[in-house]
Nanobody, 119 residues
Framework: QVRLVESGGGSVQAGGSLRLSCAAS?????MGWFRQAPGQEREELAR????????RYADSVKGGCTISQDNAKMTVYLHMNNLKPEDTAMYYC???????????????WGQGTQVTVSS
């Protein structure tokens, strides 16, 4: 288990970009980004495996997001381009520290960072 601290959220006009950051207190097996809008289920956006940088994106992302990592800083990023009002949500970082854990296993969660996209 690690502590996760998200940052980089805020308000942005439609069409703008944001880069979210998630700093971990220790090494991880994989890290991911999720979002949840009010009244909606939590949605996984992307994940990245710390050892080799391999990634997986949700079909719904449609190329609008890029996840990356800086292992020296134990930080992952989610760069979002061409943001739309529908992207408004609380964005959460998650991590799994145990290698080989179940695909949907996430042992650590950040506090979330709000992204609001206005038209």
């Amino acid at each position: 288990q690690v502590r996760l601290v998200e940052s980089g959220g805020g308000s942005v006009q439609a069409g703008g970009s944001l880069r979210l950051s998630c700093a971990a207190s220790g090494s991880t097996y994989r890290m991911g980004w999720f979002r949840q809008a009010p009244g909606q289920e939590r949605e996984e956006l992307a994940r990245i495996y710390s050892s080799d940088g391999s990634t997986r994106y949700a079909d719904s992302v449609k190329g609008g997001c890029t996840i990356s990592q800086d292992n020296a800083k134990m930080t992952v990023y989610l760069h979002m381009n061409n943001l739309k009002p529908e992207d408004t949500a609380m964005y959460y970082c998650a991590a799994e520290t145990v290698a080989g854990s179940g695909y949907d296993s996430w042992g650590s969660w950040g506090q979330g960072t709000q992204v609001t996209v206005s038209s």
